[in-house]
Nanobody, 120 residues
Framework: VQLQASGGGLVQPGESLRLSCAASGSIFSINDMRWYRQAPGKQRELVASITGGGRTNYADAVKGRFTISRDNAKNTVYLQMDGLKPEDTAVYYC???????????????WGQGTLVTVSS
């Protein structure tokens, strides 16, 4: 199982980006999916999460600006980021609770990270 994140880049303050994270491999089911970020010199923090049923949760710093969603048919989670600020600059990581075929266990898998830079 692999998670492939994409969509990062350099934008100016106030602009938008959409991150994607696609899971692939021998997947039976995916429960919660999440986006984290890690800014230089800081600890990794949870940005947003979404359950298999679509219930969402956000960090206070991004509420009202970021939207997490998922496409279960594509095993993909998205993060729509609007009104970006310089303090949103970080490497963004996705993760997901995945149950593989022929397994009764759920394992947390991480994507490789995608860099978002917000600067004028």
């Amino acid at each position: 199982v692999q998670l492939q994140a994409s969509g990062g880049g350099l934008v100016q303050p106030g602009e938008s980006l959409r991150l994607s994270c696609a899971a692939s491999g021998s997947i039976f089911s995916i429960n919660d999916m999440r986006w984290y970020r890690q800014a230089p010199g800081k600890q990794r923090e949870l940005v947003a999460s979404i359950t298999g049923g679509g219930r969402t949760n956000y960090a206070d710093a991004v509420k009202g600006r970021f939207t997490i969603s998922r496409d279960n048919a594509k095993n993909t989670v998205y993060l729509q980021m609007d009104g970006l600020k310089p303090e949103d600059t970080a490497v963004y990581y996705c993760n997901a609770d995945i149950r593989r075929h022929y397994s009764t266990r759920t394992t947390v898998y991480w994507g490789q990270g995608t860099l978002v830079t917000v600067s004028s």
